[in-house]
């Protein structure tokens, strides 16, 4: 049975996250680099939340939650899920959603972008 978490902020877990994003969305730019760079960027006032599906020890699912650095507006946020494709189907993109949206609880929610 998999749970929720927050990510961890690891190498092991950076790759484990860029394999999955790299299935996912197969036309995208995800590596460990680019973790670690887009990491060291970000405006610490932005939200940024991850969480991780995790099976048995394995990263199997993930989602980002984070306001848009360039228009930082009270109550607009951005997400993406990603689960790995043989793991699809057993409920972790909806657990991850409901998550996400818990770590929401309380703030202001006037827009919520994601997409395919």
Request: no cysteine; net charge positive; proline share 4%.
């Amino acid at each position: 049975m998999f749970r929720i978490r927050p990510f961890e902020r690891t190498e092991v877990e950076n790759k484990a996250v860029a394999e999955i994003q790299s299935v996912a969305w197969s036309n995208s730019m995800n590596s460990v680099a680019m973790w670690n760079r887009t990491d060291g960027v970000r405006d610490p006032r932005s939200l940024m939340q991850r969480f991780v599906a995790v099976d048995q020890g394995n990263i199997v699912g993930l989602a980002v939650l984070m306001e848009p650095e360039l228009d930082i507006a009270q109550g607009r946020y951005g997400f993406s899920i990603a689960v790995r494709p043989d793991q699809q189907g057993k409920g972790i993109g909806s657990a991850i959603y409901k998550r996400m949206m818990t770590s929401l609880e309380g703030r202001p929610l006037q827009q919520l972008t994601t997409g395919t």
